[in-house]
């Protein structure tokens, strides 16, 4: 049998006396699309970070490719956060060259001459695939937030990552431009055949976009110690077989925590 | 009674009236008197000279050649109502690593600047056919004195005491000159705005009366005169044995009818004539001020300078009255 | 009637409310050296305007008698020179420190305490160490700017460094990105700006230091010639070489903020 | 390996980091000190650790013979009760003033040219009309003080009143507020944590400008006693004179920042 | 025929050469509920400011019960902004008093005794009616999101203004969270009669709130000068009356100007 791409074994995170994560096991197959719904809080963020390698598990296993997962963040899985991610002194551009930079130039992060017009080819049609080629010039505060999302999955994509994570990327947009980008990151997606992990808040999306669909959400509540116990991945959706009862039952149970949650 | 404030500033020629303060001399006289006097301590010496100047004191204390260059400059008319004493050692030209005064000439000399020492270092240079130009004067704060001579590239300063002795102290420092050899040119005085002194007499038979009796009871070993100068040593920042070594190099007329007979004398005038020119070439004057006789210097062998625009005056009615017993 | 917050001053009002303060204060010094001049022609305390303007044409148009220099411009000159290594050499190290310190853990842990203490040590207080350490030249001076402004900027821009969001260091460590790297290409780039803030807000400082040095030890400087006037009351000097001392401040605060906005567009959009 | 920045060190680690720089520097001091020790033992500029016991125990421990009271705490309080009035009233002035313009257009557009202005004079320059105008005596060092540190404190507050976001002003009117009472209710018990902060920050200078003040005309106090004994090089006194004021200046910082976390949760939890 | 309650006559608003709104003629009587969607930038809460009396009319005539608007906010328009509604110093009942404190104490803006208590008698029950009970003594920066605007509308109602302003007050909430503020908001409608305004990026929050829909976008668009024409009402809809087809034509019309502001 083929070693899954990603794999979580009884996977815990604690922060102090805080359970955030407990008992996710879980596989992840290469060229999956996860989406990951959940209450606000319940822990969906940290398991970004965890395989950003930015947290380390409490307990249990996280691997990738069959082997501990790194400790920090490396250049085969891309992010795109809801914000900061793309560099404000940086034109369009530039943003997108970097990761060439940082790959050929380990000593200035700087290129020059022929090198330097090969990488803007490439940062160029990369752009145009996001449909900024029009903005070359211009700082990431002159753009407006959807611009400023395509941007951000122009420079994470560039080099190619196997793994791309976003965290809730496009939460800050209108509805209108949200639907440009979901075309957009569908497209890529078909393209290239990376792993994507997405993270909204919004289940419509989750359910759209994904080809498989994660709730993370806490099985045991105590209203005495509402930390007491973590959230685990209570629907693993294979997003092809929807029933729209299926919808109706999630979006019940997620409204019976964030209740619980508000009071 | 009327009230008056005295300025004063830490040095060894001033040191009694902190005594006459503590000692309750002052306040006594001051009764005989009926009036009221506030002694007032301020730590940098310019600044109190300019605070009298400026109205905010009745009287200070202040070299000769500072009563000269600010008050008197500032068109107030001022009065030397004690001549305390004169600089004898207690100003001197210190090198480093060089016994000769020749030695300075091209040299970097540390002092203040446009102070008595830059006084006596001028007289130093005279003395051997050299004028200021052969050296560099580079302006430095008394405070820092003493530490800046530890650095290697001060090599001369001149100054004044307890730095004096602070440095003298260290490794390979000589004394190449010093105010021995010009007696009775660095003179320290109380200083009373001549206005007041006219309105009011009683002030300066107070402030007198009071500097004779501190004379009387810190001269000699007796136990009063040990207890007098060390609690002058103590607020000078040092002990007995430190003060006294700066009595030493200091001439005081213990006595008024000695501070009396110096300040009648002629030399007096020769050494006011003096300090007027060094402070007329040195701009100290004024702008307006054509000739190093622009202001006019009182003192009883007559007048040096304007007769018209006499600013500063020595006048020896008050301690005659003390050397006579009269107050 | 508006309530008072809701009410603007139109631009006429805005340029006499402005100016108005500094007339009132103009008038105040006219009136009170007039009274002073009355009753001492000789007084020096607040001399007039012509007075002020004689001493300062003696010192910046006319060459001084004893050096031949134009004594003004030579008191500039000085100052400003040390003025600006003090303030160039702080930034420097507070550029190096505050970066270092900012994005790696260990070196802040090893470093920021003893900033810390230093930068709460009053600088005037160790004036004799100093002296006796670095010598009485010119060193010293630019020492003591150092020593008193190089601290708040090591620890300001190691705060801004902290406060650069997380979600950018992550990021360019995806991207490929080294320690090294991310340090020359996502984070100096970004204190740049952030550095020249912090010289803007030590310049005060800066100033105060060097007066302090200058008036200790020196042969020229805008500070010596303050502390060698006061000597003999040449408030006729005190006065413009003040005001000219603030005018520079005003100056320098500006130029550095034109420079910034001029290489740091990014910046000063974004805020 | 994980990347230098990506490192961070454990308690221990975190512990003997932070202490190191310190016990290098003492090292250093007391081989410097030994050296120069041996070469003559009575050598003033680096004491040994048991001379500078010796001085502050004198100074600390027993009553001055002259005046019977115990030096070190005379000037410790004196220095203290100066600097507690001094940042008081800027304090005070302070708030008015940046709470004033921050709110009042009318008021802001008059006196920000002013203080701007002001704050750029640096108050050293300015001391011998500052000991004209207000005398020698305790008021002049404390107007020293305000002079120096509430042109910022204004300007600070007066940038933080309008930081607050419009919205807050434009409901509290929508609630029924006058500008008084938008003042009093909404700006004021906001701008008081921030008042804490800019305190913090003025601190320092604040202690600059009482040891120049007290260097030129005081009877005690710490400065004044730094520079007394300045002159005989005393610096088996100097140093733990220093070392004292430094750990005063933290003091004052620890305690400004508890009361301010004890008295604005809000503030401290929402930053 | 009765005057309206606020009028609009030929309204201009400019900032510089930046023409913002151009045209606006509309009348609005006592009890509508109206809801404004338009895009980003075209003038929305430009329109809800000269609402406030925050800015003034360049041309044309804004009236209130026939007269001129207040040049400033006054107490009888309440307001709701999407952030910073609530005073972040003061807790929820304190939040909720502060109307009646500055009512009734001119000179201190503080309540003490008998007054006071009174006071917080009428803000509990608001507290009640808006679900925050069992957080009186809490914060604002402990509360959640949807809390915070759930305050803020209690804050806002109080002292019962006859207009309430809301400005996206729900926009950066989760949909499940925002679901319950409809309800709220409707509740508390029905039982007063206020007139209330309410800005919203999302159509069908607009259609499912309102009596009475507006959209705000340019009629006149040249793409050398965008700003150089103002938006108008394009669309004034009596929500009753609403068609599918409806929805789908603002939806694309919507979409076309904000492509045009993108590029
Ligand atoms: N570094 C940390 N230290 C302590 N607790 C943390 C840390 N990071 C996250 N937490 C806690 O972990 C829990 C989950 O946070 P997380 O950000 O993963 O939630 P989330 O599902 O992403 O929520 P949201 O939808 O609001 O983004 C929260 O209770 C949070 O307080
Ligand atoms: N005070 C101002 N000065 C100059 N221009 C302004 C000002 N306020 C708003 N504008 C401009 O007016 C236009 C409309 O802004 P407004 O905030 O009303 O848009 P909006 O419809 O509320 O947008 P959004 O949906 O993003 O909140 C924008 O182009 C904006 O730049
Ligand atoms: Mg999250
Ligand atoms: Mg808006």
Redesign the interface.
């Known amino acids: 049998m083929a070693v899954a791409q990603i794999e979580a074994k009884s996977l815990w995170k604690e922060y102090g006396d805080n359970t955030v994560l407990e008992q996710v096991n879980v596989q992840v197959e290469k060229g999956e699309f996860i989406t990951i719904v959940g ?2 809080g319940c822990g969906k963020t940290t398991f970004l970070r965890m395989l ?1 390698g ?1 947290e380390q598990p409490s307990r249990g296993e996280l691997l990738l490719d069959g082997k501990a997962f790194p ?5 085969d ?3 795109v ?1 809801q ?3 793309v ?4 034109t369009v551009l530039k943003n997108t060259l ?2 060439e ?3 050929q130039s ?1 000593l ?3 290129l020059f001459g022929q090198k330097k017009e090969q990488a803007e080819e490439r940062a160029k049609e990369m752009l145009e695939s996001v449909g900024l080629s ?1 903005v070359l010039g211009q ?4 753009l ?1 937030g ?2 400023q999302q395509r941007l951000a999955i122009a ?2 994509l560039i ?1 190619k ?1 196997k793994i791309l994570l976003l965290d809730e990327p496009f939460g800050a947009l ?4 949200r639907a440009d980008m979901h075309d957009l990151i569908l497209g890529l997606w078909n393209e290239t055949g990376l792993t994507i992990f997405m993270i909204t ?3 419509r999306e989750g359910f759209y976009l994904g080809t498989r669909l994660w709730v993370f959400d806490k099985i045991r509540l105590d209203p005495q110690c509402p930390h007491c116990f973590g959230s685990t991945i209570t629907y693993d959706i294979d997003v092809g077989q929807t029933k729209g009862s299926l919808f109706q039952a999630i ?1 019940h149970s ?2 019976d925590s ?1 209740k619980f ?3 | 009674g009327d009230k008056f404030k005295v300025a004063w500033s830490i040095y060894v020629g001033w040191m009694p009236w902190d005594y006459g303060d503590s000692s309750g001399i002052l306040k006594k006289w001051a009764d005989k008197y009926g009036i009221e006097i506030e002694l007032v301590q301020i730590n940098d010496y310019v600044e109190s000279i300019n605070q009298y100047t400026a109205g905010g004191f009745d009287a200070a204390v202040m070299t000769n050649m500072d009563a000269l260059t600010i008050p008197a400059a500032s068109g107030v008319d001022s009065t030397a109502l004690i001549v305390g004493d004169f600089s004898n050692g207690n100003d001197a030209v210190i090198l480093k690593g060089k016994k000769e005064l020749k030695d300075i000439k091209g040299q970097n000399i540390n002092l203040v600047e446009l102070s008595v020492s830059h006084y006596l270092l001028a007289r130093a240079l005279e003395s051997i056919g050299l004028v200021e130009k052969d050296v560099k004067v580079v302006n430095t704060s008394d405070a820092d004195m003493v530490a800046v001579y530890t650095t290697p590239s001060v090599t001369a300063v001149t100054t004044w005491n307890p730095l004096v002795s602070e440095i003298l102290a260290m490794p390979k420092s000589y004394k190449v000159f010093d105010s021995s050899k010009i007696p009775g040119e660095i003179i320290d005085l109380l200083v009373v705005n001549t206005k007041t002194l006219k309105k009011s007499p009683k002030l300066a038979k107070a402030l007198v009366g009071a500097w004779y009796e501190i004379m009387a009871n810190m001269q000699g070993n007796g136990a009063k005169a040990i207890e007098a100068r060390t609690s002058m040593g103590v607020a000078s920042g040092t002990d007995l044995k430190g003060y006294d070594a700066q009595l030493a190099s200091t001439k005081m007329f213990y006595k008024a009818a000695d501070a009396v007979a110096f300040t009648n004398s002629a030399a007096l005038k020769d050494t006011m004539a003096k300090v007027a020119s060094f402070s007329f070439d040195h701009g100290l004057l004024g702008d307006g001020a054509p000739n190093a006789g622009f202001i006019g210097i009182e003192s009883p062998a007559g007048v040096f300078g304007d007769k018209k625009n006499i600013k500063l005056r020595f006048d020896p009615t008050y301690m005659q009255m003390a050397a006579d017993g009269k107050l | 009637m508006k309530r008072l917050l809701n009410q603007h001053p139109d631009t006429t009002q805005k340029i006499i409310l402005g100016v108005l303060p500094f007339v009132v204060l103009l008038l105040i010094y006219l009136v009170a050296s007039d009274a002073r001049l009355v009753k001492n022609p000789d007084d020096k305390l607040l001399p007039s305007i012509s007075d002020m303007g004689r001493a300062m044409e003696k010192l910046a148009l006319q060459p001084s008698k004893r050096t031949g220099e134009y004594l003004f411009w030579q008191d500039t000159g000085a100052s400003l020179t040390r003025l600006g290594l003090g303030v160039g050499i702080s930034a420097l190290i507070g550029l190096f420190f505050g970066i270092l310190n900012g994005v790696i853990p260990y070196s802040r842990i090893n470093l920021s305490p003893l900033i810390t203490v230093i930068s709460l040590i009053p600088p005037l207080a160790l004036l004799p160490i100093l002296f006796i350490v670095f010598g009485l030249g010119e060193l010293s001076k630019i020492v003591l700017i150092t020593f008193g402004i190089t601290p708040f900027i090591i620890r300001d821009l190691q705060g801004k460094v902290l406060e650069l969001p997380d979600e950018q260091l992550i990021k360019a460590q995806t991207l490929g990105a080294s320690s090294w790297l991310v340090i020359v290409r996502v984070v100096l780039p970004q204190i740049l700006p952030r550095l020249f803030e912090a010289l803007r807000l030590s310049l005060g400082a800066a100033w105060l230091f060097l007066i302090a040095a200058e008036a200790i030890a020196s042969t020229d400087g805008l500070g010596y010639r303050i502390f060698l006037v006061r000597r003999y009351l040449a408030m006729d000097i005190i006065l413009p070489y003040v005001a000219w001392i603030t005018f520079l401040a005003f100056l320098t605060d500006y130029i550095l903020r034109s420079v910034s906005v001029r290489f740091f567009p990014w910046f000063h959009s974004t805020k």
Chains 1, 5 share one sequence.
Not at chain 1, 71 to 75: F, H, T
């Open positions: 209450t606000s950003l930015v400790a920090e963040p490396g250049d899985r891309g992010v956060f914000r900061y991610s560099f404000p002194h940086l970097l990761s930079e940082f790959h380990r200035l992060g700087k029009h700082y990431p505060h002159q407006s959807g611009m420079q994470a080099r990552p209108d509805p209108g431009i808040h919004d289940l979006d997620l409204e964030r949650l508000v009071q």
